[in-house]
């Protein structure tokens, strides 16, 4: 995760310190952020905080300790932001985890539904209250970002396993990696209608990174490296993946424009389920019912 201030705003980035969330927090500090970013692996979070500084001496970056898994740890998260007493413009959900065998979370939820969406959903609304106080007091345009991905279509009939999200039975981990993709664009969907039913100033978009090779696909190493010899074209370094969040973030051509989902600095239709606003609120309550009552997924 990733906080950053853009002269006087300020952005939160989770997952900041390795791969597209390093280079997203590296640009932004070289826009004058002030970044924070917020990871399990603190050792990982403070070479990140050291390359960033090393290149740009000016850089405001700090690190605080977060595991999007655990339902405390993000709570805890929290508490350490609030302290800071610092202004939210900018949320960017950057975190993920991708195709990993069966596991529950510390909370007994599958993991990868509890990293790339439950967390997710969890810190952004315990943060709404900083982004909309913000965006009222500068009067400066609050901006979400969710990380997704092409995969969100490949995932389970109907979408989302609502009674069935932690099942071992029926587990696919290329499925329920694209469920929790899924779930991304809906949750910035169903984030983006609300903020306009309320009338606050802020937008949540998704964003597609495109294929890069990164730790994220540290369970699929070696089927990814022999796809990637037959589909070279296809594939992006990791400034390249940045490039979209940092646009969706900061482009000022962007202003007022929400409920979207992008791909290679531009617009781009999702599938069907992904704008399939019913399934966005079920997914809202669903999400709603495990924070609050984590043991019963």
Sequence with gaps: ????????????????????????????????????????????????KKHILEENGTARVDVLKLDLASIAS???????????????????????????????????????????????????????????????????????????????QYTYKGGI??????????????????????????????????????????????VHPGLIMTNLMKHSALLMRFLRLFSFFLWKNVPQGAATTCYVALHPSLKGVTGKYFLDCNEMPPSSLARDQTLARKLWEFSNMLVNSPSKP
């Design 1 to 48: 995760m990733l906080q950053l201030m853009l002269n006087e705003n300020k952005l939160i980035n989770a997952g900041g310190a390795s791969g597209i969330g390093l280079e997203t927090a590296r640009v932004l500090a070289l826009r004058r952020a002030h970044v924070i970013i917020a990871a399990r692996n603190m050792e990982a979070a403070s070479e990140a």
């Design 74 to 152: 993000i709570r805890a998260f929290i508490d350490n932001f609030n302290a800071l007493d610092l202004p939210l413009n900018i949320l960017i959900n950057n975190a993920g985890i991708m195709f990993c065998p069966y596991q529950l979370s510390a909370d007994g939820i599958e993991i990868q539904f509890a990293t790339n969406h439950l967390g997710h959903f969890l810190l952004t609304n315990l943060l709404l209250d900083k982004m909309k106080k913000t965006a009222r007091v500068t009067g400066m345009e609050g901006k979400i970002v969710n990380l997704s991905s092409i995969a969100h």
């Design 161 to 206: 396993r609502f009674d069935k999200i932690s099942d071992r039975n029926g587990y696919s981990d290329k499925k329920a990696y694209g469920q929790s993709k899924l779930a991304n664009i809906l949750h910035a969907n169903e984030l983006s209608r609300r903020f306009q039913e309320e009338g606050v100033n802020i937008t949540a978009n998704s």
